[in-house]
């Protein structure tokens, strides 16, 4: 029974009322229903319209046999390869599903692959539409194969599926080739991911030209998996490990996050997104995963039509930002996982979250004296002094005005003792004196503001009151910047008392070129809305004289 046409085979079962549909869905190929796994099966019978129980049994039992047959033959062949565990992927991949794919029909003309697929009636509309390249069919991406199988008119679910195949055993072979030619990146072993690559396709390929490879192998990967799974109540069960695990890794983040951002409505992209979203924990401690977790603010931000996909965001991560807090600004990926405060400090603002933008604030506040010191933590800092000032701006109401002076003049506050400590002067940089600026910067932003300007007072009064602190600062190699936004804040007189005092400790206050200060070249804001990290305009600001 495993000899013969697809017709000869149905009428053996009993089955050939449904020789017709197999050949109108393009399920014509003996070879290809040989390697069919089960839920690929499925998902077959479901298309050629065999709905009974009997039926659907009768051809599930004849495709085991086949399945049986060849997974023990090739292990005599080979001795090495593996099937598909169960335990793993919940569906039984005979194990020579790449032998003949990545063999014979990689090499050839156009035609003798499509042959080889069964697929010989399309060469002419291949060649037509401009795709006779095999090089270019190799590293074509997911939508690339999409796009070119409509124009090439291939639309029965059976061929499409079988060239899909073929592609997918292109990128495969992947792994191998990577690990050879860079000898450090991570080795994608049949125990991660149960199938074997051969290490030659690749090897001609730049490094780089590699990485993207795998990257939408994994894509692919993914996407063939959901839609096997598409009539499974377990999909999010098997398809999670998969997901996490890749966001984890150097490059296969960055294949999860293209998934997420080119297809944003998309059903699959949706279910890796509530993956996502229910696992956020595992994300925002990673320092390669933190950037699919800012790339599913960004979906949540930017595409707020899909259901409910904001509001699952912002009742996860939230919560689960700031519950690991300390982790996140102390823990050993401090110098990365610092990002996805400030992320969460722009996600909250843009959503009008103002309530949970408050608790951010309040907490960076409460921290603010590890945080200035801390390399990376003066950006969390900057962060939220500015959007604290946005957030001011925008407030309707008085009692909500009041909220955000007060957390402004905190930051404010700390600035100046900052200023004061000595020993923020006596390194060879200080963090702090980032902090310290910016709370300048905003004083400056709005000379308008008397509460502002009262605070202004108070850092001329420290200068005044601590006549040796204005020589260490003007000779820090951090603090010359300081002094400057100093003296360029200052009146007239201010400025002359500032200026006489520096030439007196052998400083000239008034000289470094002021640079602005470094914007978060990580936002999410950047490069197409930077403007939202400007101070906003003292004329936008409400209930203001």
């Known amino acids: 029974m495993t000899d013969g046409t697809v017709r000869q085979i149905l009428e053996g079962l009993g089955l050939s009322d449904y020789s017709s549909n197999f050949e109108e869905q393009g399920y014509d190929d003996i070879y290809h229903l040989r390697t069919m796994t089960s839920a690929e099966v499925d998902v077959m019978m479901t298309e050629v319209e065999m709905s009974k129980p009997g039926h659907r049994g009768r051809f599930k039992k004849w495709h085991l046999a086949q399945a049986a047959t060849l997974q023990t033959a090739t292990d005599q062949e080979t001795g090495h390869m593996h099937s598909y565990p169960t335990s793993d992927w919940q569906q039984p991949y005979p194990s020579n599903y790449f032998v003949d794919l990545t063999g014979p029909m990689t090499d050839g003309t156009l035609w003798q692959i499509l042959e080889g697929l069964g697929l010989s009636d399309y060469s002419s509309k291949f060649e037509e539409q401009g795709y006779d390249d095999i090089y270019h069919l190799r590293t074509m991406t997911i939508a690339e194969v999409d796009a070119m199988m409509t124009e090439v008119e291939m639309s029965k679910p059976g061929h499409r599926g079988r060239f899909k195949k073929w592609h997918l055993a292109q990128a495969a072979t992947l792994q191998t080739a990577i690990d050879e030619e860079t000898g450090h990146m991570h080795s994608y072993s049949t125990s991660d991911w149960q199938q074997p690559y051969p290490s030659s396709y690749f090897v001609d390929l730049t490094v780089r030209h590699a990485i993207a490879q795998y990257q939408h192998w994994l894509e692919y990967r993914i996407t063939e998996f959901l839609w096997l799974h598409q009539n499974h109540v377990d999909t999010y069960c098997t398809i999670a490990p998969l997901v996490l695990r890749s966001t984890r890794e150097k490059h296969g983040t960055r294949a999860i996050q293209n998934m997420i951002r080119s297809r944003p409505a998309n059903d699959n992209s949706q279910l890796v997104v509530e993956v996502l979203a229910n696992n956020v924990e595992t994300l925002i401690l990673h320092p390669n995963a933190i950037f699919v977790f800012k790339e599913c603010l960004m979906l949540a931000w930017q595409f707020s039509n899909i259901p409910a996909l904001a509001d699952l965001f912002i009742s996860k991560s939230f919560s689960t930002v700031m519950s690991n807090w300390q982790e996140l600004v102390r823990g050993r990926s401090s110098g990365s996982t610092y990002k996805v405060v400030m992320w969460m ?185 930077a403007y939202q990290l400007r101070w906003p305009d003292p004329s936008e600001i409400t209930g203001y004289q």
């Open 345 to 529: 400090t722009e996600f909250m603002y843009i959503k009008d979250h103002n309530d949970n933008l408050l608790t951010i604030c309040q907490e960076a506040l409460e921290d603010q004296q590890h945080l200035r010191r801390s390399c990376k933590g003066h950006h969390i800092l900057q962060h939220t002094v500015l959007f604290a000032q946005k957030a001011m701006t925008k407030a309707s109401t008085d009692i909500r005005k009041a909220s955000w002076k007060y957390i402004r003049t905190g930051f404010i506050t700390a600035a100046s003792e900052a200023i004061r400590d000595h020993s923020e002067w006596s390194g060879y940089t200080s963090n702090a004196c980032h902090f310290i600026n910016k709370c300048l910067e905003l004083i400056a932003s709005d000379p308008t503001d008397d509460e502002l300007q009262n605070h202004r007072a108070v850092f001329y009064k420290i200068l005044s009151e601590e006549q040796p602190l204005l020589r260490f600062i003007c000779r820090h190699k951090s603090g010359q910047y300081t002094a400057k936004r100093l003296y360029e804040m200052g009146d007239i007189k201010e400025k002359n008392d500032l200026a006489k005092e520096a030439h007196r400790c052998h400083c000239a206050i008034e000289r470094p070129d002021m640079r602005p200060l470094d914007k978060f070249k990580g936002s999410m804001f950047m490069p197409d809305h």
